[in-house]
């Protein structure tokens, strides 16, 4: 079993609506974090989290610490956020656990 | 201000040779992560420098090794390349204080293919 588990696995959605992309975690640790990896393999790091909820533009990432348990949501969603999105937690040594990632497609 | 910076971008080698990936960090930043990504495997962490230091590694053989420069860039090391060893590595910079701060900030990587 994966330390950091996500679903879906895959999702398409119509351009506009709402994206809901849940990630669990099983071991300690001290930031979740959300990566965007578009094709080729280039990663933008999206969001930090040790609690609560951040905001930047149409993506709202936020981390519920009791449960484990973080979303990222896009709002009015747009073709150009199809790529593969990653949730990872990290330990007090930097050491991450990754999970297998989101693959969003978004059509027009 | 350039960002985090990986070379080569392409690396072809033979089984059994030695590979070397140089990363360059944002100014300012000391962490210097390094990751492999194989085809259809998700990204899996494999070393963390800090100030010269290793001060992490991930499940990886010996064999997998860097090193830190003064400069805070960091050069990975692949001994005794495997077919397997083919991959994305990815190279990513923080700053540090003793805890996370910030975001990570991530090169695009070296494909690196063994045959």
């Known amino acids: 079993k994966n330390e950091v588990e996500q679903s879906p696995q895959n999702l398409t959605a119509q351009e506009g609506e709402f994206i809901t992309i849940n990630c669990s975690y099983s071991?300690?640790?001290?930031?979740l974090h959300w990566l965007q990896q578009h094709p080729g393999g280039g990663i933008v790091s999206l969001f930090m989290?040790?609690?609560g909820k951040k905001k930047h533009g149409r993506l709202i990432a936020t981390i519920n610490i009791q449960e484990k348990h973080s979303s990222l949501h896009i709002t009015a969603s747009h073709p150009r956020d199809s790529a593969v999105y990653i949730c990872a937690g990290a330990n007090t040594g930097n050491q991450f656990y990754f999970g297998t990632g989101t693959s969003l497609t978004v059509i027009p | 201000e350039a960002g985090v910076t990986q070379s080569p971008t392409h690396l072809i080698k033979t089984r059994g040779q030695q590979a070397t990936l140089r990363c360059s960090p944002i100014?300012?930043?000391?962490?210097v992560y390094w990751y492999q990504q194989a085809l259809g495997l998700g990204l899996q962490f494999l070393l963390w420098?800090?100030?010269?230091?290793?001060?992490n590694r991930g499940n990886f053989p010996p064999r997998f090794s860097g090193r830190q420069f003064p400069n805070y860039s960091s050069e990975l090391n692949v001994n005794a390349l495997e077919l397997e060893d083919s991959a994305l590595y990815l190279c990513?910079?923080?700053?540090?204080?003793?805890?996370?701060?910030?975001?990570?900030?991530f090169g695009s990587g070296t494909r690196l293919t063994v045959v």
């Open positions: 990513a910079s923080s700053p540090w204080t003793g805890g996370p701060v910030g975001g990570y900030t």
């Open positions: 071991v300690g640790i001290s930031a």
């Open positions: 420098y800090d100030e010269g230091e290793e001060r």
């Open positions: 989290l040790s609690s």
């Open positions: 100014s300012g930043h000391t962490s």
